[in-house]
């Protein structure tokens, strides 16, 4: 079975500039989620989808980052314009379904350098 | 407010000891409790799963106890291997209709041969 797949692997921008980012879940997983890493801290969820519908957006900076799902498989994550503080790793991770009973499948993940 | 803690300084541990990881929460009452490794430039790996009505959990080497009146998850690894350091994170539900997982920030674990 084909893990979660994410490109780039790494991006270096220049503040104010934009950036994107590509997820592909597990075949068949309907729960797909973003999360932003800051090195020594845990994942903070960005924004979570079930199916192509947003579950929960709270945490995300719309002001910056729009997150899109197109067809209900592939996802895509935008920053514009990039901070210095979004630098980061960007995870996508995937499950069957929502809720604390689901695992989540992790793809290795985007390190962003903004300079 | 809501928090999970884990232990921040790196736990060393002698090889073919046990090792067992600490996670505390507070103003939460999750009804699951996750457990996942995650090794540098990686993306998190499920390890093991424990619900609010189950004392134990294990898997091979592995074993979770969570009790939800003292709000405390340990994380145990038998036999342990110098393959298995690692950071290991925990993650819980909120325990109401909120799906999303709320994650600690993972305490690293180091086995020395």
């Known amino acids: 079975e084909a893990g979660v797949a994410q490109s780039p692997r790494y991006k270096i921008i220049e503040k104010r500039q934009s950036v994107a980012f590509w997820c592909n879940p597990i075949s068949g997983h309907a729960t797909l989620y973003w999360y932003q890493q800051i090195l020594g801290q845990g994942p903070k969820l960005l924004i979570q989808f079930q199916n192509n519908g947003v579950v929960d957006d709270s945490q995300l900076p719309k002001d910056r980052f729009s997150a899109e799902r197109l067809k209900g498989v592939d996802s895509t994550l935008k920053i514009q314009p990039a901070k210095l503080e979004d630098s980061a790793v960007y995870l996508c991770?995937?499950?069957?379904?929502?809720?604390?009973?689901?695992?989540?499948?992790f793809g290795p993940g985007t390190r962003l350098t903004v300079t | 407010s809501q928090k999970i803690e884990q232990n921040s300084e790196a736990l060393n541990i002698q090889e073919g000891k046990t090792a067992t990881l600490t996670c505390n929460y507070t103003?939460?009452?999750?009804?699951?409790l996750q457990w996942y490794r995650q090794d540098p430039g990686r993306g998190p790996v499920f390890l093991l799963l424990i619900r609010e009505n189950e004392k134990e959990k294990r898997k091979e080497r592995l074993k979770v106890t969570f009790d939800t009146t003292l709000k405390q998850s340990l994380f145990h690894i038998t036999a342990s291997q110098p393959a298995d350091s690692a950071t290991y994170l925990c993650a819980l539900d909120e325990g109401d209709s909120n799906y999303q997982l709320i994650w600690g920030a993972g305490t690293k674990l180091i086995i020395k041969p």
């Open positions: 103003n939460y009452s999750p009804a699951y």
């Open positions: 991770a995937s499950s069957l379904g929502s809720g604390g009973s689901y695992e989540q499948y």
